[in-house]
């Protein structure tokens, strides 16, 4: 019988079921952060427990870690103990890889996992952070679990869950120019909405996807989680195969042939079936603004905020009037017409290389609005960092006017110290526009990084290929 | 974890909907690097009539006397009587934490949200559905007679009221089991222990990359 990519990985880890269905997992890559980790090892020391297999962690601090200023080190005792705590465990426990606190490899735990080569085609990999889904775009089976099931990781190599429905969404045909991997995935979350993927994993393919880079990939796995799915996923093809070659942790020599011939049957059959099927054509895919506070109220550039009034089904309405009046905006209002307050290129989403040269590419040779209070490029880890200071892009961005900063979360959840402050508007290149996500009284337009960069320069949103 | 059989307890009764986990443990306090300590910060936005963050000194800042768990006859609860689509929000562990490290063993309600009532298993904390004119009872009862217990026995599945009622509820056979007997999901899991050192022994023949 033809197999899912999901079968295949799903099937190729389950070490035990019960009558239910109820499986366990096999789990091959354990990420871990500060922020959800301390108690698991806290947990498994109480049972006097040892980890499974300790060769499975990579290990970095991400969501404290303050992006400027690095030899003050981390003001704020809490974020600093957190941090402290996560270098102690990894001390006590071990690790395969631990980038710390200013290490020149630390980033954002799903940058820096695929760029060290640690996470592989095959694999099922967790961390204790919704947007692992990132990591399918290698063809991987990926989640984000809570603190109990980290420990249960930690202690036993597996996980415990229950096979989720298949759903493929297919993007045939060329994306237009200034249509990025980013628009792709707030496209398909304004069709599906948030909780379209609930209960699903998905696959995304077609010509549009097959024609993306591994970082364009994981800027739309990233988000899949964003479609309420705990997982989406990419097969494996020469690009996937081309971006491993000679990372860290790739295999070497005989063992890199052996791997890249199993990868290679990392693909839905012809004839898979799949529970549902979602088509979209690439080329009437336009530039995507979210104007609510939930990633699925998005537009394109060329749009206008929604007007309730116009909306029949009072939940919805309802909910669009508390969104407006959240992120103070009109009804009917020209998407272009939006200013900005600050933008912020950065997050697990968009803080690739890829990313930034893209930026770049609009910045060059112009200013940051007079209007736009401050604009923070945080790329997503050392090694992005340095890539893109030995190509100059930084120098591109500091001559704007914008602040280069050290790899981090940042403003994508205001863990640390870059914030919104209250009624502040961000065209931002993260995943969530929630209440508050940014900083309290925040209100955040999700964007790809050509649209930050272009508001950056404009002052209020514009389509990017109207810059030339 | 530990073992849930029976309990008689205080009932606090919380008359809102859609209490979501910001509101149970807000957003500064997930720095803590301790599954233990944040009962002092449960409902903190409601409890407290200043802003709370991490390190303060809780027992000297205001308390809001009409926040319901500040009234002096709900010192000391163990059930915690709420309102449809209970935990709703972020998948936080954080909450169950807190409602537990507070003190409460139960929360009764008509619905919970989903991540929220698979943690607090995780946690032993029980949380029991009934149906929602049976809860429009307890709350009538709980708020009109001081010192108002229940008594809750898992084995029986049963819930008792101090006039005699009985109500019954459902749970799974295999949550039962954990919370009877105070087993945590590591614990099973590990019972197959052979199965996962079997599979990994071959992963590791076959696909000898994913273990350098
Ligand atoms: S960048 Fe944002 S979404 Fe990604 S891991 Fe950090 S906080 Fe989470």
Redesign the pocket.
Known sequence: MPQSLYDKLWNSHVVHEEADGTALLYIDRHLVHEVTSPQAFEGLKLAGRKPWRISSVVATA??NTPTDHWDEGIKDPISRQQVETLDANIREFGALAYFPFKDKKQG???VVGPENGATLPGMTVVCG?S?TSTHGAFACLAHGIGTSEVEHVLATQTLVAKKSRSMLIKVEGVLGRGVTAKDIALAVIGRIGTAGGTGYALEFAGSAIRGLSMEGRMTLCNMAIEAGARAGMIAVDDITIDYLKDRTFSPQGDMWNKAVGYWRTLISDDGAAFDAVVELDAALIEPQVTWGTSPEMVTHVGGTVPDPAKIDDPVKRSGIERALSYMGLTANTPIAEIPVDKVFI????NSRIEDLRAAAAIVRGRQKAASVKQVLIVPGSGLVKAQAEAEGLHQIFIAAGFEWREPG?SM??A?NADRLEPGERCAST???NFEGRQGQGGRTHLVSPEMAAAAAIAGHFIDVRTLG | MQAFTTLDGLVCPLDRANVDTDAIIPKQFLKSIKRSGFGPNLFDEWRYRDHGEPGMDNSKRPLNPEFVLNFPRYAGAQVLLARENFGCGSSREHAPWALEDYGFRVVIAPSFADIFFNNCFKNGLLPIVLPAQTVDLLFAEAQAKEGYRLAINLADQTIKTPMGLVFGFDITAHRKHCLLNGLDEIGLTLNHADKIKAFEEKRRLEQPWLFA
């Open positions: 991400d969501h954002i735990v799903h952070d947007h950065g997050s697990c989403t979360c994508c959840l863990m993260s995943n969530r």
